[in-house]
């Protein structure tokens, strides 16, 4: 596995793929990381999954990518892979540059949302990344997309027929306590919850807009984010200029979401771009009620009005509607999460997802090790 960045999405679906492929009796690494080692990433990565640290860097930059080439180059030999499997934009690029050492090693690549899909580029980015995309497409044998919307992507800029769809998962969460500080809150009155990195492109600004017409009508109600990121200052400095400053709490980074969405009363998701985002499958996985924006593939894992509502992207009025809705009727926000809940047990696990990967590596030459129940 090539990896970059060591937290989000991306971060989440290789480690818990390589240990759960680990498990199956094959030999896995990942090769990134940011130079950091696999006891750094809990007891499951490193008991299973060797790491390979590589430094690789998000921008695009002759140096460090020359040196991230070489460090590959050098993984590559020294651990003899059958397969490869690069996570991400600039991972692939890197692998795929990497491919002439060993040329009859099949590779696989796994976008995580194509970067020339980003709304925030500009037009002169989104052209120069499909055109890069197009031209390193013969050196991959799979594309491995997490769901239908990535993989019409991927057929746009490479041939359909060697793209599969294999969509996240995660483990179903383990019974436990609320999170005490956003219980707390509830006494109060109720709680909508966001799971999300305090980034450019989350949508949290439209969330804080829709929810002082949300605080307009309940007053007593709280919205807590948990997340870290860059755009801490400006997210607090707009929940002051809005005057709702003391219903919005930005928590941080948590160790585990669960308690959080158990605690909630509703999940909003309202990012402006995604492919298919891990944290509405926790919602629903927690058998919270949810809302999220239409974007990507997140209407593959949602069924509208049977187990959440979808909103337009940066649309403050269509989201505070709904999250108003929810609020009001609390029968069809738990009919919405019962839904969500049972739809997650059949279709997004771990095991669904781990399985599907080596249903994939198995066209490729690399035979399942063992049974997996689904």
């Known amino acids: 596995m090539i990896l970059r960045p060591d937290e989000g999405g991306a971060f989440e679906h290789v480690t818990q793929l390589s240990a759960g492929i680990a498990r199956r009796g094959h030999d896995v690494a990942i090769c990134g990381l940011e130079g950091r080692r696999g006891e750094d990433f809990g007891a499951a990565i490193a008991a299973e999954v060797e790491v390979l640290p590589v430094k690789m860097t998000r921008p695009v930059s002759v140096g460090p990518d020359a040196r991230a080439l070489a460090g590959l180059l050098a993984a590559q030999r020294a651990f003899r892979p059958d397969l490869v499997h690069a996570h991400g934009s600039k991972e692939a690029a890197l692998g795929r540059l990497a491919r002439p050492l060993r040329p009859r090693v099949p590779f696989a690549y796994t976008p995580h949302g194509y970067a020339f899909a980003k709304p925030f580029m500009s037009a002169g980015e989104h052209r120069a990344y499909r055109l890069f995309e197009r031209m390193l497409a013969p050196l991959a044998t799979r594309v491995i997309c997490i769901c239908e919307a990535e993989r019409r992507l991927a057929a746009e ?5 060697r793209t599969r769809v294999v969509y996240n998962g995660i483990e179903p ?4 306590p609320p ?3 956003v219980e707390r809150l509830r006494v109060h009155g109720p709680v909508v919850c966001a799971l999300s990195g305090l980034r450019a492109g989350k949508g949290l600004e439209t969330l804080i807009g829709a929810f002082a017409a949300v605080t307009a009508r309940r007053p007593n109600a709280s919205l807590v984010i948990a997340g870290e990121g860059p755009e801490r200052d400006p997210l607090e400095r707009l929940a002051r200029e ?4 003391r219903a919005v709490h930005l928590i941080g980074e948590v160790a585990d979401v669960f308690p959080v969405l158990r605690a909630a009363d509703l999940f909003v998701h309202p990012s402006w771009a995604e492919s298919f985002p891990y944290a509405v499958l926790e919602a629903m996985a927690a058998g919270t ?4 924006t239409d974007v990507g593939g997140t209407r593959e894992a949602v069924v509208v009005a049977e187990s959440g509502l979808l909103v337009a992207p940066r649309d403050e009025s269509a989201l505070s509607e709904a999250v108003l809705s929810l609020l009001a009727d609390r029968d069809r926000a738990r009919a919405l999460a019962d839904c969500g809940s ?4 059949q279709r997004f696990t771990l095991a669904r997802m781990v399985e599907g990967t080596l249903e994939t590596y198995a066209e490729l030459g690399i035979e399942p090790a063992q049974a997996l129940t689904r």
């Open 157 to 161: 800029v490479g041939p359909a027929t």
């Open 173 to 176: 969460p383990p019974p436990g």
């Open 179 to 181: 999170h005490r500080e």
């Open 242 to 245: 809005l005057g709702i400053d």
């Open 289 to 292: 009620p949810l809302i999220a």
């Open 342 to 345: 049972r739809r997650f047990r």
